[in-house]
Structures are given as structure tokens and as C-alpha cells.
């Protein structure tokens, strides 16, 4: 069942073309007061999704992984993408802005 094209809408529509990505969630731990990040490398993949809208199929080596420690340490799923691999400027600059980095890798 899904809601139909007369109930919805989207600003954009297409598919994201294959090559290597970064995704990065900047997030708040209120509790504790401080920002905190996670950053990973995947790849935008070219199988077409039955889904309408702006559609980025990725691919990101030790998923399971990176969702485990996503629930585990109170993350929210949704992330930023950029095109290309920039995993370690990111990393790096959250360094130097004090804000607690969490580098996923499929290992």
C-alpha cells in the first residue's frame, strides 16, 4: 500500500549517478553537552529503487556495524553526503573543533 502520487510531493526527482560518496550526521548528546559525529565512505550504486523522489542507492562496507553503533550510542539514522571519498578531512577538522568523531570502517 503506499500513499499515491496524488498525496505526495517532493522538490526533486531523479536518481544520484554511481561513484564514490562520504556520509557524516552531526549530532547533540544533551546529556553530556557536547557535539558528536560519525563519518564513513561508501559508494552512490546504479540498481534502480522502486521509490519516487531524489533517490541515492549506496553501498557502505559493514552496515550492520555502523547501525549497531548508531543505536547503541543514540544516533539518528539521517545523514549529509558529499561526492567522493572525504572521510579523513572531516574526521580531521572535528578534531581541531573539539567534537567527538566516531570513523566507521568495514573492519
Known amino acids: 500500500m503506499t500513499l499515491g ?11 544520484v549517478a554511481a561513484g564514490p560518496m562520504t556520509f557524516v550526521r552531526f549530532s547533540t548528546d544533551d546529556a553530556k ?6 563519518v564513513g565512505e561508501g559508494t552512490f550504486e546504479t540498481e534502480p529503487l522502486p521509490t519516487k523522489g531524489g533517490v ?6 559493514g552496515l550492520q556495524k555502523l547501525l549497531r553503533y548508531l543505536c ?5 539514522h539521517h545523514v549529509c553526503f558529499v561526492r567522493g571519498h572525504v572521510a579523513d578531512i572531516l ?13 566507521h570502517t568495514a573492519g
Open 91 to 103: 574526521e580531521e577538522a572535528a578534531k581541531y573543533l573539539g567534537i567527538s568523531c566516531h570513523r
Open 56 to 61: 541515492a542507492n549506496c553501498r557502505v562496507p
Open 72 to 76: 547503541e550510542n543514540g544516533f539518528e
Open 33 to 38: 553537552g557536547i557535539l558528536k559525529m560519525y
Open 5 to 15: 502520487t496524488e498525496r505526495t510531493f517532493g522538490a526533486c526527482k531523479g536518481q
